[in-house]
């Protein structure tokens, strides 16, 4: 879905949960053994709950109270080096489609809300990326334990 209706210029990160949108680059090494801790226990539990409307884009709102313990206390940890953004509270979706007339984001909100219906969702594991100004590098990744 996400190659479909993401503007194909700006489909540069695979679909994703978006914990934080930056952190410093001097931490790099803090946040690798946070995440690394997080992820030595079973993935959490997530469901697809619903569509969420973005104005100018489509997301699936998702639902995890595990992946949202993690994702406080790595707030926590990381407290008075976050952006406001990172600050406000976290609303976990994946973005399908973005950065289009807010008719065209409707449009595709009613046809998959028509016949949506809840289901789980696998979250594999966490990943650390690196903005260089346009494109997108990734750092690393780490698994859940299964």
Do not use: C
């Amino acid at each position: 879905m996400r190659r479909k209706h993401y503007p194909a210029e700006r489909n540069q990160v695979p679909a994703h949960l978006t914990l934080f949108r930056h952190l410093p680059p001097t931490m790099e090494d803090e946040l690798g053994r946070r995440l690394a801790i997080a992820t030595a226990s079973p993935r959490p539990a997530a469901i697809v709950a619903g569509i969420l409307d973005l104005g100018g884009g489509t997301a699936f709102r998702v639902e995890s109270e595990a992946l949202a313990a993690i994702r406080e206390a790595l707030a926590e940890a990381f407290h008075g080096l976050l952006i406001p953004q990172d600050q406000a509270p976290w609303r976990p979706h994946i973005t399908i489609q973005n950065k289009v007339e807010t008719k065209k984001a409707r449009a595709l909100q009613q046809r998959l809300a028509a016949g949506f219906i809840p289901r789980p969702l696998a979250i594999r594991g966490l990943a650390a990326w690196r903005y260089r100004g346009g494109p997108w590098e990734p750092i690393r990744e780490w698994p859940f334990r299964l």
